[in-house]
């Protein structure tokens, strides 16, 4: 992997970190809502503007794979990485891959569900 890709994909994820806090904090202040609604909406809106962004610049071709990582994974992954969760299930059901579209939904939420379990009790006994 190039340095570039990795500077690339920093550089994203930082600007997307700095954005879900600033959104969360505008979430809760005009909205009046707070975690897990605020989560939501951040989850819901990276996840569209994962699609959004992959869907015209896949379709588009013009943008060099740096600016492309520096959106999708470094931006919208910080952002939230339920919008790569979102788009890769979406894109397993347009493949006719309904199975595995399934089993990523399913392993997704269950086990990592779980792993907050797990590591909450873990926690307790620290």
């Given at each position: 992997?190039?340095?570039?890709?990795?500077?690339?994909?920093?550089?994203?994820?930082?600007?997307?970190?700095?954005?879900?806090?600033?959104?969360?904090?505008?979430?809760?202040?005009?909205?009046?809502?707070?975690?897990?609604?605020?989560?939501?909406?951040?989850?819901?809106?990276?996840?569209?503007?994962?699609?959004?962004?992959?869907?015209?610049?896949?379709?588009?071709?013009?943008?060099?794979?740096?600016?492309?990582?520096?959106?999708s994974?470094g931006?919208?992954?910080?952002?939230?990485?339920?919008?790569?969760?979102?788009?890769?299930?979406?894109?397993?059901?347009?493949?006719?891959?309904?199975?595995?579209?399934?089993?990523?939904?399913?392993?997704?939420?269950?086990?990592?569900?779980?792993?907050?379990?797990?590591?909450?009790?873990?926690?307790?006994?620290?």
């Amino acid at each position: 992997m190039q340095p570039s890709t990795l500077v690339s994909i920093g550089a994203g994820g930082l600007l997307g970190a700095c954005a879900r806090h600033l959104f969360g904090l505008w979430i809760v202040s005009r909205l009046g809502v707070s975690n897990p609604v605020s989560t939501m909406i951040i989850n819901i809106t990276g996840s569209f503007l994962l699609a959004l962004f992959l869907g015209w610049s896949l379709r588009q071709g013009l943008l060099a794979p740096q600016v492309r990582l520096f959106v999708s994974v470094g931006f919208c992954g910080a952002f939230t990485t339920f919008s790569t969760f979102a788009y890769e299930s979406i894109a397993l059901a347009r493949e006719g891959q309904w199975l595995a579209m399934t089993g990523n939904i399913l392993g997704n939420n269950l086990l990592c569900l779980a792993g907050v379990g797990l590591g909450l009790a873990l926690a307790s006994r620290l």
